[in-house]
């Protein structure tokens, strides 16, 4: 009874294995002499701090209640990313610091150590995330602090509309490049853009006459092989191409897909309350399109709009087509990788199921889902393409299905012409100086 304050009640208090209570004194003698392996000889205030902290305590005896964190480790070593979340806070923090008997320091020393501890902390992480924001992905490169900047001239403005720039980081994650129609800057542009059916118009002698060392031409076309003259005398001219064909140089689809951050539970489609829309403005017997539509009318009604047919409501391809089931995104010819805004803009954009005719279907596979559109020779011919299209009107799940992509994707129409001299920025950096000439730019695009 009067040794509760000594030494061995002091060994009470630090260890959760209390000596039985039997007698008190000659109970504490033969729980030490159990457990002498853990402790020789009597005991100090210091040294019960120090063992407590770096050695193993006893087990605690019979009846103890749940066990302590020194009971589960002196069972055997746990794993590494296991134990400091099983050690007490003090003595985590104290190893963190580099002392163990940090906890008999007065409080106010604890609190220096505690924000010693934080501030370190708070330093580490700020240093690394501005070494990560340093190494930034820009435009599918790693790049350390700022890259150079890139100068991009269009020669001349498409089709003879006005340009209006755009900031290529805000809008395609692309940093340090700088867009201009400006002329006068020619000499200083890292790569010149000449749209083909303004060279054709206005001829190669309006070309620029000085040409920098170094500095790249680049030849964009979005015209079909069909649709496209004058190739021959453009042999050894340009260094690029920016087509729409995956083999150019630069390539830049009319549109493509991109995941969503979150997966769509499921897709709300529009009202459709009309079964079948095709929006035409060059309307030519001789086209594939054109006849494959004088034969599907007969078994199907369509609703034609644009220069030989309705007017658009509002003025709005999209609120238009919105309204139909089926688009007919025909193209005007079929050649590789030719697959135009009629499928991206026109039919996706309007969510109507895309019908279509232009190269292979799995040419159209490379670029989207199997399910997402139909194809015209899935079908023998006219007649069975309209009786599948009439038994999708009057089933709604077998219809629904063409719009289950829609949970991973959305849809992305190319930003003419602005997402073009951006995405030449960066060819730019990622080439460097390697050299390139098209020796026979009418072979590689006709092919």
Request: hydrophobic residues 35%.
């Amino acid at each position: 009874m009067a040794g509760r304050g000594g030494a061995s009640g002091q060994v009470e208090r630090h260890h959760p294995g209390a000596p039985p209570q039997e007698g008190q004194g000659a109970g504490r003698r033969r729980w030490q002499q159990q457990h002498q392996h853990a402790f020789s000889g009597p005991l100090s205030s210091q040294r019960r701090g120090t063992e407590a902290a770096t050695r193993a305590s006893p087990p605690a005896p019979p009846g103890a209640g749940k066990r302590s964190w020194r009971a589960a480790a002196a069972e055997g070593p746990l794993p590494t990313w296991r134990r400091l979340s099983v050690e007490p806070a003090e003595l985590a923090l104290g190893k963190l610091c580099g002392r163990r008997d940090w906890w008999h320091a007065p409080a106010g020393r604890l609190w220096q150590l505690l924000a010693a501890c934080l501030t370190c902390c708070f330093v580490l992480g700020w240093y690394a995330a501005s070494r990560l924001r340093d190494l930034a992905p820009q435009g599918g490169r790693w790049r350390e602090k700022d890259p150079e900047p890139v100068t991009v001239l269009l020669w001349w403005e498409p089709f003879g509309h006005s340009w209006v720039s755009g900031d290529c980081w805000r809008l395609f994650n692309i940093s340090a490049c700088s867009l201009s129609t400006n002329r006068s800057r020619q000499q200083d542009a890292h790569a010149v853009l000449f749209h083909h059916r303004d060279l054709i118009r206005h001829g190669t002698h309006q070309l620029p006459r000085l040409r920098p060392p170094g500095q790249r031409w680049v030849w964009m076309n979005f015209e079909s092989p069909s649709h496209t003259t004058g190739l021959r005398e453009l042999a050894g001219l340009f260094n690029w191409t920016m087509t729409y064909r995956v083999d150019s140089d630069v390539f830049v689809p009319y549109g493509y897909l991109k995941l969503r951050p979150q997966p769509l539970a499921q897709p709300t489609l529009p009202r459709k309350t009309k079964l079948v829309a095709w929006v035409i403005s060059n309307w030519n017997e001789d086209h594939d399109r054109v006849r494959y539509y004088h034969q599907l009318k007969n078994y199907l009604p369509v609703d034609i709009y644009g220069a030989h047919g309705l007017a658009l409501k509002d003025g709005n391809m999209v609120k238009t087509v919105s309204e139909y089931k089926f688009y007919l995104a025909f193209e005007n010819s079929q050649h590789q990788d030719y697959i135009t805004e009629k499928l991206w803009r026109n039919a996706f954009e309007s969510w109507a199921v895309p019908i279509v005719l232009g190269p292979p279907r799995a040419n159209y596979e490379r670029f989207v889902p199997s399910d997402s559109f139909i194809h015209v020779s899935d079908f023998s011919g006219p007649m069975e393409l309209a009786v599948y299209l009439k038994f999708l009107d009057k089933n709604k799940n077998m219809y629904r299905k063409y719009f289950a992509w829609r949970k991973q994707y959305e849809v992305r129409v190319t930003s003419f012409w602005v997402e073009h001299s951006c995405k030449v920025c960066n060819a730019v950096r990622v080439v460097g100086k390697q050299s390139k000439t098209i020796q026979n730019l009418a072979n590689w695009f006709e092919s």
